[in-house]
């Protein structure tokens, strides 16, 4: 860097030795520096001359910081420091020196402040430059002594940092809050027969879990039981006419001792029966590995060959010991009831919903949700927390959906997720359409996410659009080299 000489007039001869400037004579105090969205850079610093500072009268101490990196320099503009009588030259003269930020007389075994402000347009390589400082001592335009290039600080910038307006949907209320608990129970019977013995095998288990199902909903006040359904099934084993008989008969004395457990009416319970259970039969063999599976699975297909036939066809074609497996590891789970215990949930305030998210979200609905999220400052744990059960208890739901993509981008980081759940959200809606601009925009897609921001401007988001198509003009215009 160039030697910064002073500009004044010399009229009197230099007093005194020149004096060498030193760490304890000129401090550098509070330095910061900042980024603002408009690409400019503000540097800030308080220069502390010290009362040890010693000055010829008409000597100037020129204190000039710039900024280096790359190869590249800076020149910020310089603190002027007069010695008396050189302050006096100056105004007789009407001498100001070019480019300087302040002049400041120095009053000696005086410490004295200089508060420092200048802003600059940002360039790409200022984010880690250098910021140093020159000392030039003058007198009678003669460089007495200079201290070049010592260290202030090393920048540290943080690279541009986008605030994209994501959107969010207000879920619609839900009139009549319909809830179920769903469950399978494997009841044991005798070969052949179709009355429960609750003490037979693990019966008195299963029927517990049931009677447990019910239970949650009778004894919780705040929801309302409206009705359990019933569906027995049978194993294909033995011919179809008896398996009719038992898979009816078991599911009618499932209903038989649930209504007598409880003395529900006869309306409240209603059932159904599937005499054999092919599908839960074919999901088995598929996801298995024994022989000749794909042999048995078209054999399963075959619509054309009666029921009874098929089923010994596959015991011919398994072999004995792969359809002794069959019968062991397979059919026992082929004789199920599956019940459902249908209810309905009243409606919570506000404050009652922040507890009952905590213990029993399955009874909120999606806006009561959503209102407990809005309760809580965005990107808190209470706010993403809210958003994530509400996926969870509505996973195929679009708003739900669309809300749990907005809170993750917002969260920053993996955008994977919120891709995930914004392909389940409603794919015409303004604010899908913001939202997918929004990533594009955070992944330096730019192009996409002005064509995104256009499109949803054009279905009625105008806030949201507007804000980020500033965004998006804020990073094209952003210095990246």
Same mark, same amino acid.
């Given at each position: 860097?160039?030697?910064? &000489?002073? #500009?004044?007039?010399?009229?009197?001869?230099?007093?005194? =030795?020149?004096?060498? /400037?030193?760490? !304890?004579?000129?401090?550098?105090?509070?330095?910061?520096?900042?980024?603002?969205?408009?690409?400019?850079?503000?540097?800030?610093?308080?220069?502390?001359?010290?009362?040890?500072?010693?000055?010829?009268?008409?000597?100037?101490?020129?204190?000039?910081?710039? &900024?280096e990196a790359e190869g590249q320099t800076k020149i910020l503009p310089a603190i002027i420091i007069y010695g008396r009588k050189r302050q006096l030259i100056n105004q007789r003269a009407h001498q100001t020196p070019e480019n300087a930020y302040t002049i400041v007389r120095h009053h000696r075994r005086e410490k004295q402040k200089v508060d420092y402000l200048v802003q600059i347009p940002y360039e790409a390589w200022m984010q880690q430059a250098n910021l140093k400082l020159n000392i030039d001592l003058c007198g009678c335009c003669d460089?007495?002594? =200079?201290?070049?290039?010592?260290?202030?600080?090393?920048? !540290?910038?943080?690279?541009?940092?986008?605030?994209?307006?994501?959107?969010?949907?207000?879920?619609?209320?839900?009139?009549?809050?319909?809830?179920?608990?769903?469950?399978?129970?494997?009841?044991?019977?005798?070969?052949?027969?179709?009355? #429960?013995?609750?003490?037979?095998?693990?019966?008195?288990? =299963?029927?517990?879990?049931?009677?447990?199902?019910? $239970?949650?909903?009778?004894?919780?006040?705040?929801?309302?039981?409206?009705?359990?359904?019933?569906?027995?099934?049978?194993?294909?084993?033995?011919?179809?006419?008896?398996?009719?008989?038992?898979?009816?008969?078991?599911?009618?004395?499932?209903?038989?001792?649930?209504?007598?457990?409880?003395?529900?009416?006869?309306?409240?319970?209603?059932?159904?029966?599937?005499?054999?259970?092919?599908?839960?039969?074919?999901?088995?063999?598929?996801?298995?590995?024994?022989?000749?599976?794909?042999?048995?699975?078209?054999?399963?297909?075959?619509? $054309?060959?009666?029921?009874?036939?098929?089923?010994?066809?596959?015991?011919?074609?398994?072999?004995?010991?792969?359809?002794?497996?069959?019968?062991?590891?397979?059919?026992?789970?082929?004789?199920?009831? $599956?019940?459902?215990?249908?209810?309905?949930?009243?409606? /919570?305030?506000?404050?009652?919903?922040?507890?009952?998210?905590?213990?029993?979200?399955?009874?909120?609905?999606?806006?009561?949700?959503?209102?407990?999220?809005?309760?809580?400052?965005?990107?808190?744990?209470?706010?993403?927390?809210? /958003?994530?059960?509400?996926?969870?208890?509505?996973?195929?739901?679009?708003?739900?959906?669309?809300?749990?993509?907005?809170? =993750? #981008?917002?969260?920053?980081?993996?955008?994977?997720?919120?891709?995930?759940?914004?392909?389940?959200?409603?794919?015409?809606?303004?604010?899908?359409? !913001?939202?997918?601009?929004?990533?594009?925009?955070?992944?330096? !897609?730019?192009?996409?996410?002005?064509?995104?921001?256009?499109?949803?401007?054009?279905?009625?988001?105008?806030?949201?659009?507007?804000?980020?198509?500033?965004?998006?003009?804020?990073?094209?215009?952003?210095?990246?080299?």
């Amino acid at each position: 860097m160039k030697k910064i &000489l002073c #500009i004044l007039i010399c009229l009197l001869p230099i007093l005194g =030795e020149a004096q060498t /400037f030193y760490k !304890n004579q000129i401090h550098v105090d509070s330095e910061s520096t900042t980024h603002s969205d408009d690409n400019q850079l503000t540097i800030r610093m308080s220069f502390i001359l010290q009362d040890n500072l010693k000055l010829a009268s008409n000597n100037a101490a020129t204190l000039t910081p710039y &900024l280096e990196a790359e190869g590249q320099t800076k020149i910020l503009p310089a603190i002027i420091i007069y010695g008396r009588k050189r302050q006096l030259i100056n105004q007789r003269a009407h001498q100001t020196p070019e480019n300087a930020y302040t002049i400041v007389r120095h009053h000696r075994r005086e410490k004295q402040k200089v508060d420092y402000l200048v802003q600059i347009p940002y360039e790409a390589w200022m984010q880690q430059a250098n910021l140093k400082l020159n000392i030039d001592l003058c007198g009678c335009c003669d460089v007495v002594e =200079e201290n070049s290039g010592e260290m202030i600080a090393k920048l !540290n910038i943080t690279p541009l940092k986008l605030h994209p307006a994501i959107a969010y949907i207000t879920p619609e209320a839900e009139e009549v809050k319909h809830r179920a608990i769903e469950g399978t129970a494997f009841l044991d019977f005798p070969v052949n027969k179709i009355a #429960i013995y609750p003490e037979y095998r693990r019966n008195l288990t =299963e029927l517990a879990k049931i009677r447990a199902s019910i $239970d949650t909903v009778r004894n919780d006040k705040n929801t309302q039981l409206t009705g359990i359904t019933i569906h027995g099934y049978a194993s294909p084993e033995g011919s179809y006419t008896n398996n009719t008989r038992l898979a009816k008969g078991r599911t009618q004395a499932l209903v038989d001792y649930v209504s007598s457990y409880y003395d529900f009416d006869s309306n409240l319970i209603s059932s159904e029966y599937t005499p054999e259970d092919w599908d839960g039969f074919r999901t088995f063999v598929k996801n298995s590995t024994i022989d000749k599976k794909e042999e048995i699975l078209l054999m399963m297909d075959n619509q $054309d060959i009666n029921i009874d036939i098929k089923e010994r066809n596959i015991a011919q074609l398994a072999g004995p010991k792969v359809y002794q497996y069959l019968l062991t590891e397979c059919y026992p789970a082929l004789r199920h009831s $599956d019940y459902t215990v249908n209810y309905t949930v009243r409606g /919570f305030n506000l404050e009652e919903s922040k507890e009952i998210i905590k213990k029993h979200p399955q009874q909120l609905s999606l806006q009561e949700i959503y209102l407990v999220a809005q309760s809580y400052e965005p990107g808190s744990e209470e706010f993403d927390y809210a /958003f994530q059960v509400a996926s969870f208890m509505f996973p195929d739901d679009p708003v739900a959906n669309l809300n749990a993509a907005a809170m =993750e #981008i917002q969260q920053g980081g993996d955008l994977t997720s919120a891709k995930k759940h914004l392909a389940k959200a409603n794919q015409k809606a303004a604010e899908t359409i !913001n939202n997918l601009g929004v990533i594009a925009l955070l992944e330096g !897609n730019l192009d996409i996410a002005k064509k995104y921001f256009d499109a949803a401007k054009a279905a009625g988001l105008t806030k949201q659009a507007d804000i980020n198509l500033a965004e998006l003009n804020k990073r094209l215009n952003y210095p990246t080299k």
